[in-house]
């Protein structure tokens, strides 16, 4: 069984940065027994990763009531359930992060109140997924990181967000849907957004450990372990530098329909 110290160490060994945005996406699986369990983890990681004024995010999305469940409610506050695992509905129900109001891909964010409340200002205005301008966008701004907990890229969320600052044809919806966002006291907030859609796949992002070596090439990922897990310290900033050299000399190609490797001709 692994201790919190024993997992701040692990993250002191990776070299994890402070004072600046880290979003993390968990296995609890792979990470194994610690202490506390999957609260355990989660209080180990918000004591590593604001304890120097930074700000620790957790991807809570609920996308699956747009796509699977055909709801016009996308995001209950009053409902604790994420369709992204266990670890998102933990940091969910603890009472010291904030949630935002994205109605598919909201995140709980934990760090200094002000702090927070500066990070998260607009992204109730945003109307996509992965918004440039929203807190997706703002860990590039804030030269971030993605820690990747015994999960592959296949789950890193940021990457949709740089397909959208790239303007990357074939990854949002034509048209505006409308969203119910529901807050705790039963109000709705209405919303219209656009949503992922991408003509060839029903999830480009099973596509993106693609990339995995050309980021490795270019020196975007720190390997460690976080509990047993093996884990993956991605630059936010570098990735976006490796995907955007790619999307220029593959001459803007469609790239993430199929299981094909990337042309090392178009990274190295």
């Known amino acids: 069984m692994f201790s919190k110290e024993e997992i701040l160490n692990q993250l002191k060994t990776l070299g994890a940065p402070k004072g600046k945005p880290v979003i993390v996406h968990?296995?609890?699986?792979?990470?194994?027994?610690?202490?506390?369990?999957g609260q355990g983890l989660l209080d180990a990681l918000i004591h590593y990763f604001i304890s120097d004024g930074g700000l620790l995010i957790v991807p809570a999305h609920t996308w699956a009531n747009l796509y699977e469940l055909k709801k016009e409610i996308t995001?209950?506050?009053s409902d604790t359930n994420t369709c992204v695992g266990t670890f998102p509905n933990i940091a969910v129900q603890?009472?010291?992060g904030v949630r935002t109001l994205n109605p598919t891909h909201s995140v709980v964010v934990f760090g200094d109140k002000e702090r927070v409340e500066e990070f998260i200002q607009g992204e109730d205005k945003t109307d996509t997924p992965t918004a440039p301008e929203g807190v997706y966008g703002k860990i590039f701004d804030m030269d971030g990181s993605v820690l990747l907990i015994g999960v592959g890229h296949n789950k890193n969320t940021v990457l949709h967000c740089v397909e959208e600052m790239l303007?990357?044809?074939?990854?949002?919806?034509?048209?505006?849907?409308k969203m119910y966002i529901k807050l705790k006291d039963g109000s709705l907030i209405e919303r219209h957004c656009r949503y992922m859609k991408a003509d060839g796949t029903d999830d480009v992002s099973q596509f993106f450990p693609k990339?995995?070596?050309?980021?490795?090439?270019?020196?975007?990922?720190k390997d460690g372990f976080i509990?047993?897990?093996?884990?993956?310290?991605?630059?936010?900033?570098?990735?976006?530098?490796?995907?955007?050299l790619i999307f220029e000399r593959s001459e803007?190609?469609?790239l993430m329909i199929d299981d094909k490797p990337l042309n090392k001709e178009w990274y190295m």
């Not at 968990?26 to 194994?32: E, Q, R």
């Not at 303007?167 to 849907?177: A, E, K, Q, V």
């Not at 990339?211 to 990922?221: T, V």
């Open 75 to 77: 995001l209950d506050l």
């Open 26 to 37: 968990t296995s609890l699986k792979a990470v194994g027994e610690v202490q506390g369990r």
């Open 167 to 177: 303007g990357t044809p074939n990854r949002l919806s034509t048209d505006f849907t």
């Open 227 to 244: 509990g047993n897990a093996k884990t993956q310290l991605c630059s936010a900033v570098k990735m976006k530098e490796v995907m955007a």
């Open 252 to 254: 803007k190609q469609e």
């Open 94 to 96: 603890d009472g010291r």
């Open 211 to 221: 990339y995995e070596p050309a980021f490795r090439y270019h020196g975007a990922i």
